[in-house]
């Protein structure tokens, strides 16, 4: 069992429901991200998301946006995020990391050589958010072997047919994107969120995991009513972002805005 499956088991034994942060790698600069991560592991994230910084980021919104930017003019690789991956596992070898990113730069890495790094610094899933089932038969072919789950995207206009397909070749957990549009663009109904999370598990065995939309404990709350994990990233970076002059603040503020969800959703 992955990493990803197991931390699933042990909370739903637990009766509780997972907190996935998201950052991007080397915002707002390089050595803040592996000492973040412990924090939010520390403040209740179950699971960590890693945006490996891309320059035309299509799905996301204009915070996740401009963290991409500044993570950039860091010249912040690929490879340096596989490195940042290896450095957190030096002391946690349990909470799984989940890289989140585009098709590029693993295209441009070469899909095996991607999947044999990944492997190496103990990577646990990749979300690649342009890369269609129909067009990943070569990248999970070279995740699969290693143990490393591809979680794919579903959206409140995702068909049958396409919530089939997606189920299919997905594995660690189904991504759900509770709204149409980018990372950070609006609210959700929660009530729609619940009927389509609803049709979703007719059609798959897979935790659902509930993305975009998600600002505030209150938020987190809901969702987790509905979903089996809470993912919340652009109220993270937005707080990266304004704290990036002053980054002693950017660590306790994270953890402030984790705990408050975390205490939120296992009220319920």
Known sequence: MSRIG?????????????????????????EITVPLMHKMVEAGADMIELGVPFSDPMADGPIIQRASERALKNNISIHDVLSMVQEFRQEDSTTPVILMGYLNPIEVMGYQEFADAAAEASVDGVLTVDL???????????????????????????????????????????????MKGITGSGSFIIGEVGAKVAELRRHTQLPIGIGFGIRDAESAQMV????????????????????????????????????SMREAMDRI
């Open 6 to 30: 197991a931390c699933f088991k042990q909370l739903d034994e637990a009766g509780k429901v997972a907190l996935i942060s998201f950052v991007t790698a080397g915002d707002p600069f390089r």
């Open 132 to 178: 269609p089932p129909e067009e990943a038969d070569e990248l999970l072919s070279a995740l699969r072997p290693k143990q490393i789950d591809p979680i794919l995207l579903l959206a409140p206009t995702s068909t049958e047919e396409r919530i089939k397909s997606i189920s299919d070749a997905a594995s660690g957990f189904i991504y759900y994107v509770s």
């Open 224 to 259: 987790a009513q509905v979903g089996d994990a809470v993912i919340v990233g652009s109220a993270l970076v937005a707080a990266i972002e304004r704290l990036a002059d002053t980054p002693e603040e950017i660590g306790p503020e994270i953890a402030r805005t984790l705990r």
